[in-house]
C-alpha cells in the first residue's frame, strides 16, 4: 500500500519508469555491441556491470574509444579502491599494496586473491583488466597510471590518519574521488572531444569528485558504521557526541540530525563549482555521463536532509526519480533547473532552530540565483501559510454554494 501511494504521489517518474523499463532506454543511453570486442575486454564490462551497475549504464553515453578507456579507468580506481575498503587485510599487506597498485598495471601477471570484499573480482581478475588497459592509447595510459599512484598514496596516508578537521575531511574526499574527477576530465581532453582546459582546470574537476565523494559518506553513516568506518570529521559531530557512533542512539537523533546538516551545507558549496564545469562541456555524452550522477547526488543530498533515517538505513532516491533525471539531465539549462527543484524542497525543510540555518539559507540561495536569478526562494511556513488561507477561502465559498442550492436561490 506504501508503495502505491508512492508511486500515485509522483505519475510522472512512473510513467518515465515503465516507459525505460520497455525498451525506452535506448533512446537514451544507446547501449553498444559488444559482440565485436575481444574476449577479455567484454569480461572487463562485465566486471563493470557487477561492480558498478549505474556507471556500466553512464559510460554508454560516451563515443567508443573513450567509453573503453573510462571502463578501464573505473575498473582500476575499483581495484584499488577494494583493497582500501577491505578491513579483514592486515595494514601491513594492504599499506604497500596501494603505495605500488599503479607499478602493477606493468606487470602482466599481478593479481591478488586475499581479498573478502564483495568486488574481489576485479583483484582476482586483474591480469584480464591490465592486459585492455596496454591496448589503449598511450595519452589515456598515462592519466589512468598517474591518478591511481596519487589515489594510492593517499589512500595508505588516510588509513593511519583520521578525519579530524574539515580541511582532513576534504584532503581525504580529495584523495578518494578528486583525482578520479581530475582523472576523467583528462580522459575528456584526451580523447580530442573537450577543449584542454577540462582537463587543465583541477579546482573544478576535483570539485566533481568531492562533492559525490562527501554526498556518498554523509548517505553512508550507517552502513560504515557497521563495517567500523569514521569517515565524517571529527571537528564536526564532536561539537554534538563524544563519540560518532553515538549519533545513532535515540536519545541523540536531534543532535545527529543538526550535525548531518551542517554537513550537508559544507556539501553545498560545491555546486557552484560543478555548474561552470559542466557549462564548459561541448559533447552531449560526456555532458550526461558527468551531469547525471551530480543531479542524482543533489536529490540524495534533498532526501537525506533533516532526515533521522539516515542513522538507521542508507537512503535511496526512488528508481522512477533516478530514471526521470537521466532523461531530464541533457543540458546545462535543465541542469539548473533540476539543481534550484531540490534546493527547494531543502529550503523548506530547514528547521529555524538548526544551528547551520542561517548558513544553508545563505548558500541554498546563491545557488538558486545561479541557476534563475529571477526567482526567489521562501521558506516552507510562507507556502503552508498561504495554503491554509486558500483552503479556507475555498471552504467558505463552498459552503456558501450549497447553502445557496440547498434553498434553491442559486442561478
Known amino acids: 500500500m506504501e508503495m502505491l501511494k508512492n508511486w500515485l504521489g509522483h505519475p510522472k517518474e512512473l510513467y518515465n519508469l515503465m516507459w525505460f523499463w520497455m525498451g525506452g532506454y535506448k533512446t537514451v543511453i544507446p547501449k553498444k555491441n559488444q559482440d565485436s570486442l575481444s574476449k577479455s575486454l567484454q569480461l572487463c564490462y562485465q566486471h563493470l556491470e557487477q561492480t558498478g551497475p549505474v556507471f556500466a549504464i553512464l559510460v554508454q553515453l560516451l563515443n567508443e574509444e573513450l567509453c573503453h578507456a573510462v ?8 581495484a584499488l579502491d577494494t583493497v582500501e575498503d577491505d578491513m579483514t587485510i592486515s595494514l601491513e599487506t594492504k599499506i604497500p599494496i596501494l603505495h605500488n597498485f599503479h607499478s602493477y598495471l606493468y606487470q602482466p601477471d599481478w593479481q591478488f586473491m586475499g581479498s573478502n570484499d564483495k568486488d574481489k573480482q576485479v583483484l582476482e581478475e586483474f591480469p584480464t ?7 589503449l592509447a598511450k595519452a589515456y595510459q598515462d592519466v589512468i597510471a598517474d591518478t591511481c599512484l596519487k589515489m594510492g598514496l593517499g589512500m595508505a596516508e588516510f588509513l593511519e590518519k583520521k578525519v ?11 584523495c578518494a574521488a578528486g583525482h578520479l574527477g581530475i582523472g576523467l ?3 575528456f581532453s584526451a580523447s ?6 577540462v582537463g587543465q582546470d583541477t579546482q573544478l574537476a576535483s570539485s566533481m569528485g568531492l562533492f559525490l565523494q562527501k554526498v556518498n559518506i554523509i548517505r553512508d553513516y550507517h552502513e560504515d558504521q557497521l563495517e567500523g568506518r569514521d569517515f565524517w570529521p571529527k571537528e564536526v559531530w564532536g561539537k554534538y557526541v563524544q563519540k560518532m557512533s553515538d549519533l545513532a542512539k535515540p536519545q541523540n537523533l536531534d543532535k545527529g540530525v543538526q550535525c548531518m546538516n ?3 551545507t559544507n556539501a553545498l558549496h560545491h555546486i557552484p563549482n560543478n555548474l561552470m564545469y559542466l557549462s564548459r562541456l561541448k559533447n552531449p555524452g ?3 555521463f558527468c551531469a547525471i550522477p551530480q543531479v542524482r547526488a543533489i536529490a540524495i543530498l534533498a532526501a537525506c536532509y533533516n532526515n533521522p533515517q539516515v542513522f538507521q538505513r ?8 533516478t530514471v526521470t533525471l537521466m532523461m531530464d539531465a541533457t543540458n546545462i539549462q535543465a541542469v539548473k533547473a533540476i539543481v534550484c527543484q531540490y534546493m527547494e524542497k531543502i529550503y523548506k525543510k530547514i528547521p529555524s532552530m538548526d544551528p547551520s540555518s542561517c548558513k544553508t539559507q545563505k548558500i541554498i540561495t546563491s545557488i538558486c540565483f545561479l541557476c534563475s536569478p529571477e526567482k526567489a526562494l521562501s521558506p516552507q511556513t510562507h507556502y503552508v501559510s498561504i495554503y491554509m488561507s486558500c483552503l479556507v477561502v475555498l471552504g467558505a465559498l463552498a459552503w456558501q454554494y450549497l447553502s445557496m442550492v440547498s434553498k434553491g436561490t442559486y442561478t
Open 71 to 78: 571502463c578501464i579507468f573505473y575498473l582500476v580506481l575499483r
Open 129 to 135: 583488466i591490465s592486459l585492455e588497459f596496454h591496448k
Open 164 to 174: 579530524e578537521s574539515n580541511e582532513d575531511w576534504d584532503e581525504y574526499c580529495y
Open 185 to 187: 576530465s583528462q580522459l
Open 192 to 197: 580530442m572531444l573537450e577543449d584542454p582546459v
Open 262 to 264: 551542517e554537513l550537508i
Open 286 to 288: 560526456v555532458f550526461s
Open 314 to 321: 542508507v537512503l535511496k532516491i526512488r528508481k522512477g526519480e
